[in-house]
């Protein structure tokens, strides 16, 4: 198998730090001595992006008339993002950038991160039920809409994005399902579902 491609960084995104070639996004974790954790999201500015429509790539201010989403296969029926927006340009960088979104990754980590960046005194977020840690990974989904109201997730407790139906603009999923291991062959074992439930969804 060779290597994935390191997508080219965009103007917008030109003033990020750059780790291992690719952009570091705007909400992501530190440690006390500065290294960026990829996968751990930094809390304040996680909720600071949802409340001022602030991108969660870049830090820059969103244009209400098209906000993008990441969202997986789970959030879709709900209408809601556990992740801040994105500016289209940001969406389209992060889908082809990041192994998860992409579909190059079949399962989370299975070292969680919450443990060793709370021991580093660093502020996470991310992963509020514990529940991902070698968990199977969802196929991701881009949603553009016009708008979305910020609220506290009664499931998880954590700040998310709302996104009513007639705010949506179009859904299309992002690169192939996650690729499997041979124990989710399971003969009873489920693969998620083989269509995106919701609003009329776009091929392009």
Not at 38 to 61: I, K, N, P, S, Y
Not at 101 to 116: D, E, I, N, V, W
Request: aromatic fraction near 6%; charge should be neutral; charged fraction near 20%.
């Amino acid at each position: 198998m060779t290597a994935p491609e390191i997508p080219a960084v965009p103007v917008r995104l030109a003033r990020r730090p750059i780790v291992g070639g690719l952009v570091v996004p705007w909400i992501t974790a530190r440690t006390p001595e500065g290294r960026y954790r990829f996968g751990a999201v930094d809390h304040h500015r996680h909720v600071r992006a949802l409340q001022d429509r602030l991108c969660q790539t870049c830090g820059d201010e969103l244009d209400t008339a098209r906000i993008v989403f990441a969202m997986r296969d789970s959030d879709l029926p709900l209408l809601v993002s556990p992740e801040p927006g994105m500016h289209p340009v940001c969406a389209a960088y992060s889908a082809s950038g990041c192994p998860m979104l992409a579909g190059r990754m079949s399962h989370y980590r299975t070292t969680p991160l919450a443990a060793q960046l709370t021991e580093a005194d660093a502020t996470f977020h991310g992963d509020p039920t514990g529940t991902r840690p070698a968990a199977p990974a969802e196929r991701w989904h881009l949603l553009w809409a016009t708008g979305y109201r910020a609220f506290t997730n009664p499931l998880t407790g954590q700040r998310a994005a709302m996104v009513l139906p007639d705010q949506i603009l179009r859904i299309r999923p992002i690169g192939p399902p996650p690729p499997l291991c041979p124990a989710d062959h399971a003969p009873d074992s489920e693969t998620g579902p083989e269509s995106t439930p919701g609003p009329e969804r776009s091929s392009s």
